[in-house]
């Protein structure tokens, strides 16, 4: 009998999603037994600490009770129980290239993620200097997909394409006011490609609150 892991979960964490995505990808999601865990904000999720002291979500629980965070750990690690096309490049440049975009489609998760948090405080006490520069690192990563989209769109599906297209798709769920769009006809049309993968589509962002 096949082991489950249990994923703390939500459908609303693009890092969660990516992982849904990869393990998707690689015939793994029925091997997942999601646990919907709310973290974030001021409190402190402490039954989830106890075995992620970080309290951040995805973790992923194995039956044998060890536990991996966080997502790109996660993806690696579910990498190596299938038999099918890899998402982790083994050999270099590759290797490099994949990891690069992980890097590039986390670091925009990064600069989303407390830009949408500013926004909880109140208006007065938001930080415009803050906003502006995380709304310029976007921009910047946009304008930089956009010359080399056609590289994305030859490319072999990778943990990179994952981390990209997910970060493109938050923008879409949660800044709509950026119109990241505009201006970049080659990265939307590959992004457009990318949603439409079984996998990306099986895992739509949901904000559940």
Known sequence: MTSQMTLHWSPRSPYVRKVMIAAHEMGLQD??????????????????????PLGKIPTLELEDGTVLYDSPVICEYLDTLHDGPKLFPVAWPARGVALRR????????DAALPWLGERFRPTDRQSQPHIDLWRAKLLACVDALEHEADALADDKLTIGHLAIGVALGYLDFRFDELHWRDGHPRLAAWHATFNQRPSVAANPPIDDR
């Open 31 to 52: 091997r997942l037994r999601t646990v919907r865990t709310v973290v974030g904000g001021t409190t402190p999720h402490l039954e989830l600490m106890r075995i992620n």
């Open 102 to 109: 992980l890097a590039l489609g986390d670091g925009m998760l």
